[in-house]
């Protein structure tokens, strides 16, 4: 334990050297405990989900890619490490963030202000790669471009919903300054009529240079499946989300409870590295996000506020829960902040800040 510690610590002075002239960083602060961190999560058993069943594909991708290489824990492991030093560093008077792993890091409070770094507004150009089997599935530019302004308002808090938040998490309304452009589209005639989350729609249909720009492909998953994100640090060659038609964007061949738009703001949160807000596990496992209260399981529907578990009122208008679009209207600073330690000087996402 202790050897492990100084290990870390060693590690955390290597990062600090780097980077020594832009952040004068404390020493207490360059020791992040990462002993609760966790990538591969039990899925289907009914362990972290109390309600059972249900899953998002995400995380059934994620462990599917850990089993295929076995460097990508390590990989993850050190984003997750980059990051809780970045949000030890970002805190402070207008952030007020943590990464909520349970050694001093943060706490809630702040909310708005300037932001934790100085990379400004960050505009991500998007691909979307429309692959149809018939001419529902091909949908309208209208509809491709309904899903970008529904990024841009999600990621920027202009979302008009969000005055719905209750006052208890009203000041954690962040406005990420991550924004989209759509580059291109691309259409593609295809039989295949459900696709699956095993990446068969990269594979046919690859990315187009993925270390600067947002791939989304538009397909049927099929099984009742909304969309599911490739956590950053994972094959460059499978890099993006994938969204099912009938739930990306807010006009056309759009399906309720889900035709706000809402999936593609989701799985673009796990694309920039945030957890489901519950953890994928019990009230102790965490999303690494201080500000999120702790929940032992996702909510389902349009919950009424407040709705206690873990003995706090869980954020179920976050975008990382399981709510219905229209319950979902926030991203919180402490996800702003982990959303965008990715872009950060050696970063897994620093190529598109620029
Ligand atoms: N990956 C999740 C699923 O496929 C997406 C959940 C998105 N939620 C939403 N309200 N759009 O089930
Ligand atoms: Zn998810
Ligand atoms: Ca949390």
Redesign the pocket.
């Known amino acids: 334990m202790k050897k492990m510690f100084l290990g870390l610590a060693a590690l955390a002075l290597v990062f600090t050297s780097c980077e020594s002239d832009k952040n004068d960083i404390t020493e207490e602060q360059n020791i992040v405990d990462m002993s609760d961190f966790y990538v591969h999560t039990d899925i289907g058993s009914g362990e972290g989900d109390r309600n059972g069943g249900?899953?998002?594909?995400?995380m059934t991708n994620l462990n599917r890619l850990l089993e295929e290489d076995p460097k990508l824990y390590d990989k993850m492991y050190n984003i997750e490490y980059q990051s809780r030093v970045y949000a030890a560093n970002a805190k402070g008077p207008g952030n007020g963030n943590g990464n909520g792993n349970g050694n001093g890091g943060g706490g809630t409070g702040g909310g708005g202000g300037t932001p934790p770094d100085d990379l400004g507004v960050i505009s991500i150009p998007v691909y979307v790669h429309v692959i149809y089997s018939n001419s529902q599935e091909n949908i309208s530019n209208t509809q491709v471009n309904s899903q970008i302004a529904v990024l841009n308002e999600d990621f920027r808090a202009t979302n008009t919903d969000a005055s719905q938040v209750p006052t208890e998490f009203a000041g954690l309304v962040a406005d990420s300054e991550v924004q989209f452009t759509l580059a291109n589209t691309f259409r593609y005639s295809n039989p295949a009529t459900s696709w699956g989350t095993n990446d068969a729609m990269k594979a046919a249909y690859p990315p187009v240079t993925p270390q600067t720009h947002l791939n989304i492909w538009v397909c049927n998953i099929g099984g009742g499946?909304?969309?599911?994100?490739q956590f950053p640090g994972g094959p460059t060659a499978t890099d993006g989300v994938v969204i099912s038609p009938q739930?990306f964007g807010n006009t056309g061949f759009v399906s309720a409870?889900?035709d706000?738009g809402?999936?593609a703001?989701?799985?673009v949160g796990h694309y920039l590295n945030l957890r489901h807000i519950w953890g994928d596990g019990r009230c102790r496992q965490d999303d690494f996000v201080s500000d999120t209260p702790s929940s032992d399981g996702p909510n389902y529907g349009c919950p009424s506020y407040p709705t206690v578990n873990c003995k706090s009122n869980d954020m179920t208008m976050n975008y990382m829960d399981?709510?219905?679009?229209d319950c979902?209207y926030m991203f919180s600073e402490g996800q702003k902040v982990r959303m965008r330690s990715v872009f950060q000087t050696d970063g897994p996402r620093e190529a598109m800040a620029n």
């Open positions: 249900s899953t998002c594909h995400t499946i909304l969309g599911y994100a739930y409870p889900f706000e809402r999936t703001t989701h799985e399981y709510t219905n679009d979902m």
